[in-house]
């Protein structure tokens, strides 16, 4: 079904892909550095082919180690910078269609999602540093950032989950999930999305259960806007399984399951062939009927998700099915995240960063120094972000991201002065897919 069947629209661009005269200069810097292409050495075997280099450009170099980079959104203006973690240097600037996107990493780890609610647009980055697995070792390499050509247009973008090489973006005005694919992205100007359609505007989500399976937010008969009350498992886009859900508000795949946040429960699902089996996780009746679990969070390997709520941390490990909430000294400040190393990260509005254990719910350090965090009611909404041994934590207010070392003790090991007002961050470059 073309995209356009259901009022959504992938888009080439319009115009260059620049920031304006400083991203101009940004550039003429960046140019300087040296192109080329380093082969890959003769010893390895033909079953270490990995299949990128018909991605490789003239700028792309292989480096012996990580380069991390950081994509940062601004709550103010509508720009997406790409930041050397290295330098601190901003590579790259970019325009985006508002102010604020939120941002979301790949599974493929080489695009980045910018995310524009109330512009009722995404658009796409390549941060342009990535890591690939070669058994026994890693391969490192480094290109210059850029905007890339595809947009998809559709109303009301919120909810995004990014699996088997696709990023999965629910439009609530349609009431339809469009999965792209993130090779396409880095292809062609018009790649095309797959539509998943329920029929019915609502506030909704999409997940790539598995390569045959896709799960979608599904309205009960006569519901139109508001939450999903419903989950819809569909293969070849015939729904095979209907599981209740009420209030459905929060989607994400862990290693085997994916886990959807219901207003009483968590509703588990794992892929079995042509079907799904489930499992349900209840809340616990001494938090009250108000407490439900929205949003979810985990590392790319595990089955345990985390969500905050308030001054609670809960963490739901899918294969025990069972739900284990923690008392936070203050209420959350952002939402909690989740970096690849198992580290769950929370900053409560005292400005102070905890650090818990995935598996174990423990509370292992927390850190020793603030940061500002500006309560008022226009204050801009930010999130923070894990990477390698480090998590970041911008200041949209102070102009400034904060590095914190979740290797030693949550120690603050640097402020970086960015300028503006950055928001939302992605970490890339370390990992290989």
């Given at each position: ?327 936070l000294p203050t209420d959350t400040a952002t939402r909690a995240t989740v970096d ?38 226009d204050a801009a909404r930010f999130g923070l972000v894990g990477g390698r041994d ?44």
């Amino acid at each position: 079904m073309a995209a356009a069947a259901a009022g959504v629209l992938l888009l080439a661009a319009c115009g260059d892909a620049d920031g304006g005269d400083d991203a101009a200069a940004i550039d003429d810097a960046a140019a300087t550095e040296e192109e080329i292409v380093e082969e890959v050495d003769d010893d390895h075997d033909e079953d270490h082919d990995d299949g990128y280099d018909e991605e490789m450009t003239a700028d792309t170099e292989e480096v012996p180690d990580p380069q991390p980079r950081l994509v940062v959104a601004d709550a103010e203006d509508a720009v997406v910078h790409v930041v050397d973690l290295a330098t601190e240097e901003v590579l790259a600037s970019f325009d985006t269609a508002a102010p604020g996107a939120a941002l979301y990493l790949g599974s493929e780890h080489r695009v980045v999602a910018a995310v524009q609610t109330a512009a009722n647009t995404v658009q796409f980055v390549e941060p342009g540093t990535w890591a690939v697995g070669h058994g026994d070792h890693d391969h490192y390499y480094v290109d210059q950032p850029r905007l890339l050509d595809a947009r998809l247009d559709i109303g009301t973008p919120i909810h995004v989950t990014t699996d088997f090489g696709r990023f999965a973006i629910f439009g609530d005005d349609e009431g339809a999930g469009v999965l792209v694919d993130e090779q396409a992205l880095l292809d062609s100007a018009d790649a095309d999305g797959e539509v998943v359609e329920t029929g019915r505007p609502h506030h909704g989500g999409l997940v790539q259960l598995s390569e045959e399976l896709t799960v979608i937010s599904g309205p009960r008969a006569g519901q139109d806007e508001g939450l999903a009350d419903e989950v819809w498992v569909l293969l070849d886009r015939e729904q095979v399984g209907s599981y209740d859900c009420p209030g459905l508000h929060g989607e994400l795949r862990g290693a085997d399951w994916t886990a959807f946040a219901c207003a009483d429960r968590i509703l588990l699902l794992e892929a079995h062939g042509d079907h799904a089996h489930s499992r349900e996780v209840f809340y616990p009746e001494e938090l009250g009927e108000d407490f439900r679990l929205g949003y979810l969070r985990t590392a790319e390997d595990s089955n345990v998700f985390v969500s905050s709520r308030d001054d609670k941390l809960a963490f739901i490990d899918a294969d025990a099915a069972e739900l284990t909430v923690v008392d936070l000294p203050t209420d959350t400040a952002t939402r909690a995240t989740v970096d690849d190393d198992g580290n769950v990260l929370v900053l409560t509005d005292d400005g102070v960063l905890h650090l818990f254990d995935l598996d174990t719910a423990e509370l292992l350090v927390s850190s020793g120094e603030s940061v500002t965090i500006d309560d008022s009611e226009d204050a801009a909404r930010f999130g923070l972000v894990g990477g390698r041994d480090r998590a970041y934590v911008p200041s949209p207010s102070e102009g400034v991201v904060h590095e914190f070392a979740t290797n030693e003790d949550l120690r603050l090991a640097r402020t970086m002065e960015l300028g503006g007002a950055p928001a939302n961050l992605v970490f890339v470059g370390a990992w290989p897919r």
